[in-house]
């Protein structure tokens, strides 16, 4: 009986998180090829036996990746679009705020989906419906403050491809650049001016202050 069977017996298998968690880490540092049984087990100081304990097979596991990423960047926008807000400006922030908190939307993440898209019509199918709903769920945001259909997909059509567009381009900005031209995507991407009580919230969110602002990196709008 060899030291990780040993270790198996002793209970300690992992847990499905724990390999999720694994095969999230190596999809990203190294892509789609480093996500398989063998690998996250010596990752994870593991026996290969463990895997199987949590997931069919590596299938199984790519399709967790899948969920999970539904789960993060999906679930995050669609909360922000349906968040409570008075007016379109409020809500648009909504939107914004979430694609500046990486906790929330990951950016890597999205993108490293987007590239698996291009290996496999599966997930390109699965990439185009997540896109759709997203979308959706923007241009529903206009709708409810009153604006016009073929307005409101526009508009949610610029909000989002403008955000897919800084993942692609893989643009790096400070949080206070980022912050510091929200006002003008707002006026643009809503039609209105955010009022200076909506933008302190928004602020608020942050810890920031247009006066005492320093250099935070983040890695898109």
Known sequence: MTGVDIQDQ???RGSREVWLDAAKAAFLESGL?????QSLATRLNLSRTSFYWFFKDRAAILDALLEDWEATNSDALFAGANAYAETIAEAVLNVISVFIDETR???R???AVRGWAHQSDAVSARVSAADAARLAAIRQMFVRFGFGADEADVR???IYLVQIGYISMQITESL???ISRVPAYVKTFAGQTATAAELARFHARYGYSPRQAQ???LSNL
């Open 10 to 12: 002793k209970g300690w």
């Open 215 to 217: 250099p935070r990196r």
């Open 156 to 158: 949610a059509r610029t």
């Open 109 to 111: 993440f999205d993108m």
């Open 105 to 107: 939307f990951e950016p």
């Open 176 to 178: 206070d650049v980022r």
């Open 33 to 37: 090829d480093a996500v398989k049984v």
